[in-house]
């Protein structure tokens, strides 16, 4: 009992320190995912802790385990709008990234490490691939907010390229240990069998699980226990059979998240907690693995491999892939720095070690030091990157928190809170009239707090600065709202006027029509066009917000777009004329 009692207070102790890092690491600047790494590296045997930690079958058993997790969570949250602009984009990387990256740095480390070009591309590999721990953290972290062809195309590759990368790093391990095995048809019926069945195990099991969610009624905690304990069978029972349990595991999550009903929100809750406890015990088992004298030997080797893969492999094989989409010049930038390496890399290096692949030790310390690095600056630099390559869209005026309540088998209310802010028109408004002026009789004031207490509303009650609005409205009035509460009046003209233009124009107003009344010029057979069908034209890619389209001086900006994928709303920002002295 004491051998167990020690062991309880050494992980929570693991995982209180490290949650309370977590303070520390916004103010750094730093990827929360790291200092877990940290943590638990300052615990293992030579740091503080001394524990000498060299399970590298429990190492593999948690990452596997918690790298499940995180892709469960991850496609829960995963809208299926996203797929409409990124889900050809994320496949090529997914697939030829991951192959791309891996023959460019294969050949460097052959040269650099002056090795066997098969040991060096099972090195290349196993850091060939994002991760999605890595990518769903910091992206959902970041502080920014990204164009959704950006952010969708960054979290579809990193939750389906570990097919790809598993597959390589098991062709690599064959070739070094049973080179006569090897030939290129076995290997491209395994690619198949992996994509193929995790794709099938995926949609089926997240079919089912969705359709038990929303007959079953359980206790609110038991839902999230459902769903993971199916993802984890769904994940485990798709390895057995020969497919990608990773992809499986992903595209159940996506399948459950996507049929909403009345325990969605219940599972949610849950596995946000869930996802950051496989996380944070994850990077410290990982952490508690490696040697840190050993990663400072190969310091260099590392050094040189991870500035190769993120300044000339990455970028090389993102260009060649996105080609064909019709990226920007900027996003293809940034979505080469975003290639963020995480646990993925290190739980693939543990195989080689466990199968008794020669030099596995040195696969695995450089690959480790590779992950620091790239967390250490790609990570860090996620927000920065992204406002210096201007991908970033500004923020949507959002409720300050929102609840979903069910009150049938397919009917939902949606309950958003909003706080009044200093010169928003909702000031001095009776909140009823205010409802009934901005969304008609779609919207309803639930209720109004005021300094903590709830306020019992008369015909002279006035909102004042401060105040908690609770309104039931459906989704598509929350930005709309939201500007009534929004200081400086919320005036939809002037919000944000230098990114999206100082006028909002109607996508559907025939081109010609806006070209005569600002006078720029258009082709001729564009002028009877709709204004969005000429926009989509010109752009040569599906739109998302924050596009933007040159014509002479002027410029056109998306505005705003439904689920389906149309333009609601576009802004005009015209040139600046000189200033007469």
Known sequence: MTSINAFLLLGGLLLFVSVLASTLSARLGLPLLLLFLFVGMLAGEEGVGGIVFHDFSTGMFVGQLALAVILLDG??????????????PAAVLATWGVVGTTLLLGLFATWLLDVHWSL??????????????????LLRNSGV???DRVKSTLEIESGANDPMAILLVTVMVEVLLQPD???LPRFALLLITQMGLGALAGVAGGWVLARLLARLRLAEGLYALLIVSGGL???????????????AVYLAGLVVGNKRCHATEHVLRVMDGLAWLAQAGMFLILGLLVTPSHLLEHAWYALAMACFLMLVARPLAVWLGLLPFHFARNEVLY???????????????????????PNSLLLFDVAFAVVIVSLLVQGATVPTAARW?????????????????????SAALDLMEYRVAAGARAEGRHPDELVADEAGDKARCVAVVRHGNLLRTSAATRLEVGDSVWLAAPDELAEPLARAF?????????AHAGFFGEFVVDPQCPAGELAAAYGFELDPDENALALATMFRRRLGRPPVEGDKLSIGSFVLTVRAMDHAGHITQMGLKCPTLPRLL
Request: proline residues 5%; aromatic residues 8%; glycine residues 12%.
């Open 486 to 494: 929004a200081g400086g009046a919320g005036n939809e003209l002037i």
């Open 335 to 357: 979505i080469s720095w975003v290639g963020l390496r995480g646990a993925v890399p290190i739980v693939l290096a543990i195989y080689p070690l466990m199968m008794g692949v």
């Open 75 to 88: 496609g829960l949250r995963t809208r299926i709008e996203t797929f409409r602009v990124a889900l050809w």
């Open 389 to 409: 390559l201007g991908v970033v869209v500004p923020p949507r005026d959002e409720p300050v928190d929102r609840m979903e309540v069910w009150v049938g088998h």
């Open 145 to 147: 907010r990204l164009n």
């Open 233 to 247: 069978m769904v994940f485990a029972a798709t390895n057995a059979l020969g497919g990608s349990g990773f992809l």
């Open 120 to 137: 060096a591309l099972l090195l290349a590999a196993i850091v060939g691939s994002t991760d999605a721990a890595a990518v769903f953290s």
């Open 181 to 183: 095995n090897a030939s």
